[in-house]
């Protein structure tokens, strides 16, 4: 099975400021097909998740330029530009390559 | 719009049973692959099971396998999950998502509001 493992897991951050999460798999996320099912979902509080990029740096419709997705094989980042008060919540990466699917612990966003 | 509502959540016993039901309209639910995630209060997710759009493939958490049974209802727009042998590790808010078409990487792009499971005597 795939571990997904997110650093950090807390991420106190100035309004206007940009942030960054870092998320690494076990295992290589390519799959046979040759795509990497790398995805970045956000949990506002009280909310279900809402999916934000796909296949590693694909935004999502309607989620705002301001988040984007790199990297490649086992090591993966979602930065956000300028943080918003709106962007307050917990942040999952997962893996979609193989099953059982798998999520990262999350990473709880939250303003200084 | 794409619209996924679940139900048939509340209190159980331990060893006890019960069926979710999430209703989907908004899309062709029957050309979709569907899934089930949970998150226990004050936890992260925990993806639970998948079944294919014709139902012809079903996936599990290890945590469930040989417990709960994923089942699609086409004609309907419905999802379920019957979970049997429910233990207190089982409490928390089951959510359906929606798969994504095949290679768009596109899955979980829908989520329900989520329906409580409590297991407790």
């Known amino acids: 099975d795939i571990v997904m493992t997110q650093t950090p897991l807390s991420s106190p951050v100035t309004l206007g400021q940009p942030a960054s999460i870092s998320c690494r798999s076990s295992?290589?996320?390519?799959?046979?097909?040759?795509?990497?099912?790398l995805s970045w979902l956000q949990q506002r509080p009280g909310q279900p998740p809402r999916l934000l990029i796909y296949?590693?740096?694909n935004r999502f419709s309607g989620v705002p330029d301001r988040f984007s997705g790199s990297g490649a094989g086992t090591d993966f980042t979602l930065k956000i530009s300028r943080v918003e008060a709106e962007d307050v919540g917990v942040y999952y990466c997962?893996?979609?390559?193989?099953?059982?699917?798998?999520f990262g612990q999350g990473t709880k966003l939250e303003i200084k | 719009q794409v619209q996924l509502v679940e139900s048939g959540g509340g209190v159980v016993q331990p060893g006890g049973s019960l069926r979710l039901s999430c209703a989907a309209s908004?899309?062709?639910?029957?050309?979709?692959?569907m899934h089930w995630v949970r998150q226990a209060p004050g936890k992260g997710l925990e993806w639970v099971a998948f079944i294919r759009y014709d139902g012809s493939n079903k996936y599990y958490a290890d945590s469930v396998k040989g417990r709960f049974t994923i089942s699609r209802d086409n004609s309907k727009n419905t999802l379920y999950l019957q979970m049997n042998s429910l233990r207190a590790e089982d409490t928390a808010v089951y959510y359906c998502?929606?798969?994504?078409?095949?290679?768009?990487?596109?899955?979980?792009?829908?989520w329900g509001q989520g329906t409580l499971v409590t297991v407790s005597s």
């Open positions: 908004g899309f062709t639910f029957s050309s979709y692959g």
């Open positions: 997962m893996q979609a390559t193989q099953f059982p699917r798998s």
């Open positions: 998502a929606k798969g994504g078409a095949p290679q768009a990487g596109t899955g979980f792009d829908y």
């Open positions: 295992q290589s996320l390519v799959h046979s097909d040759g795509n990497t099912y």
């Open positions: 296949k590693i740096s």
